[in-house]
């Protein structure tokens, strides 16, 4: 069975920074991107930042230059850098995992809370 765990939320001021992490435990068989999804109240959720296997990187314009994506293949582990936090970053942050084949796996989320 597979597991996301995703670690590192929490709150802090604008300006600021945090680090996400997200573990896949489980079997994958070949997997393809990973990445890194928000949602906001009210919102749909909508893409921050993947990165396949190959290392291309896709990010979205309102995140570009200050947050960084990485992923370690060895560990089945990606990672998000974010940094100049701004109060719109506000949202539930969720890991994503899609194998070449098969369904995508989707963690629990993570609050991330920049105050103002």
């Known amino acids: 069975q597979v597991q996301l765990v995703e670690s590192g939320g929490g709150l802090v001021q604008a300006g600021g920074s945090l680090s996400l992490s997200c573990a896949a435990s489980?079997?994958?068989?070949?997997?393809?991107?990973m990445g890194w999804y928000r949602q906001a109240p009210g919102k749909q959720r909508e893409l921050v930042a993947r990165?396949?296997?190959?290392?291309?990187?896709i990010y979205a314009d309102s995140v570009k230059g200050r947050f960084t994506i990485s992923r370690d293949n060895a560990k089945n582990t990606v990672y998000l850098q974010m940094n100049s936090l701004k109060p719109e970053d506000t949202a539930v942050y969720y890991c994503?995992?899609?194998?070449?084949?098969?369904?995508?796996?989707w963690g629990k989320g993570t609050l991330v809370t920049v105050s103002s």
């Open positions: 994503n995992v899609a194998p070449l084949i098969g369904k995508d796996y």
């Open positions: 489980g079997t994958i068989f070949s997997i393809n991107t």
């Open positions: 990165i396949g296997s190959g290392g291309n990187i």
